[in-house]
T-cell receptor, first 114, second 115 residues
């Protein structure tokens, strides 16, 4: 089975632009989470979606938004990009919305904001 | 505030020797603890988790971790290190204040295994 896939792999944007990152979960997984990993730090939680509903949101500004589609894939949108948004954005999926279930991570999208 | 601490930025060990990567946590309620590994230019790979039960948890690739409630620790261990174990290791705890299943990660520990 294919793992979690993310696109694009790399992305370069300039300040003020917006970006859309995409994630396809493992087949059969209904929960998708997004994390931001700044260089030298651990991942930070941004959003979680389950069955197309937002189940959790981290401490990120409203410039960050996300959605989940009927096929359980997900998009993360970031508006008005700042230099500090440069990071590896990770998507993770799990079978269902259970707190004990481990998350499976994709390879990430490396976003560079110039 | 909920948090996870990995006190060592880097751990160096010779191949064949035992390894320990340390993790301590601070969380209200019952902790749900996880270890992940990240190889260069890759996403995080799940190693093991502690939810309840036996304090010694066995995971992938020969890794294990010991949950110690009194010391609020969840150290990752392996009896005999391999060069291929060299990677970035993250300890994480489920955020009990966050609806859903958000994880709080430590800053990571780089494990370097020399041949």
């Amino acid at each position: 089975d294919a793992g979690v896939t993310q696109s694009p792999t790399h992305l370069i944007k300039t300040r003020g632009q917006h970006v859309t990152l995409r994630c396809s979960p493992i087949s059969g997984h209904k929960s998708v989470s997004w994390y931001q990993q700044v260089l030298g730090q651990g991942p930070q939680f941004i959003f979680q979606y389950y069955e197309k509903e937002e189940r959790g949101r981290g401490n990120f500004p409203d410039r960050f938004s996300a959605r989940q589609f009927p096929n359980y894939s997900s998009e993360l949108n970031v508006n008005a990009l700042l230099l500090g948004d440069s990071a590896l954005y990770l998507c993770a999926s799990r079978v269902k919305d259970g707190i004990a279930n481990e998350q499976f991570f994709g390879p990430g999208t490396r976003l560079t904001v110039l | 505030a909920q948090s996870v601490a990995q006190p060592e930025d880097q751990v160096n060990v010779a191949e064949g020797n035992p390894l320990t990567v340390k993790c301590t946590y601070s969380v209200s309620g019952n902790p749900y603890l996880f270890w992940y590994v990240q190889y260069p230019n890759r996403g995080l790979q799940f190693l093991l988790k502690y939810i309840t039960g036996d304090n010694l948890v066995k995971g992938s690739y020969g890794f294990e971790a010991e949950f110690n409630k009194s010391q609020t620790s969840f150290h990752l261990k392996k009896p005999s290190a391999l060069v291929s174990d060299s990677a970035l290791y993250f300890c994480a705890v489920r955020d009990p204040n966050q609806a859903g299943t958000a994880l709080i990660f430590g800053k990571g520990t780089t494990l370097s295994v020399s041949s």
